[in-house]
């Protein structure tokens, strides 16, 4: 984003930490928002918010990254008073989860990884963050159990299937609705047009498509035995 700007200063804010990164030129500083509060102060200046409900409201040009489902929450909603517009970004493609996975995280085997984008999609956080905490309850993390693995890293995905046991639930996983987009997301990706200012929908993968239709087909099955049951009742009915 930034390659062809030159003496450009950028600040990033993570949810993982308290502190603020400055980045300036070939210099890197750490500090707290008034140790930078000149830079934010400045237009030319890039705040990157990632994860952040309630960024600085500050003159410096505001980049906030956050998930589908939290710029639903309240905490985000005085920022999205001033948001001058809005961009959607892709899942991950297999390609930038492998160098992830190549550079940063190399405890996770390449084949639970593949199984897991096989499942989920490209979702770094399931694919390999997930992964690579579920390493650490193994025996023996050199000879993993890899269903013991996927079914950890899996967990909120299985959760989440659990909620689509009938057709109403079917329609929310494609609405906005703010409380059942926070499960949805992890059934429901959201593709960018090539502008990324609008999206549409696509399942997560294959595998999560396959699953919710024998949920739909079962419960459709059990709904269809158990009015026959109830017809029985009547001499009209016999013979069903």
Not at 18 to 30: A, L, M, P, R
Not at 78 to 106: A, G, M
Not at 123 to 144: S, T
């Amino acid at each position: 984003l930034f390659h062809d700007f030159e003496d450009v200063t950028i600040i990033l804010q993570s949810i993982q930490s308290e502190y603020f990164y400055c980045f300036q030129s070939s210099d890197f500083s750490v500090g707290s928002y008034d140790d930078f509060s000149a830079y934010f102060r400045s237009s030319k200046t890039w705040y990157l918010a990632a994860g952040i409900l309630s960024p600085k409201l500050v003159p410096a040009k505001t980049v906030v990254a956050l998930s589908a489902k939290d710029v639903y929450k309240d905490e985000f909603q005085e920022f999205d008073k001033i948001l001058v517009r809005q961009l959607y970004l892709p899942p991950w493609s297999l390609e930038e989860l492998l160098f992830c996975q190549k550079h940063i995280f190399q405890n996770v085997p390449k084949d639970i990884m593949l199984n897991l984008y096989d499942k989920v999609g490209g979702v770094p956080r399931y694919v390999l963050r997930r992964a690579d905490d579920a390493l650490q309850y193994c025996k023996d993390p050199k000879m993993p159990d890899e269903k013991d693995i996927i079914k950890r890293a899996l967990g909120r995905v299985a959760s989440a299937l659990q909620r689509v046991k009938n057709f109403d639930d079917l329609i929310l996983c494609v609405t906005e609705d703010a409380y059942y987009i926070q499960y949805s997301s992890y059934l429901v990706h959201r593709w960018p047009n090539p502008s990324y200012d609008s999206y549409y929908l696509k399942w997560a993968s294959r595998y999560i498509y396959d699953n919710i239709q024998e949920r739909l087909e079962k419960q459709s099955s059990n709904d269809l035995l158990e009015r026959i049951q109830r017809m029985k009742n009547f001499p009209s009915a016999r013979g069903i």
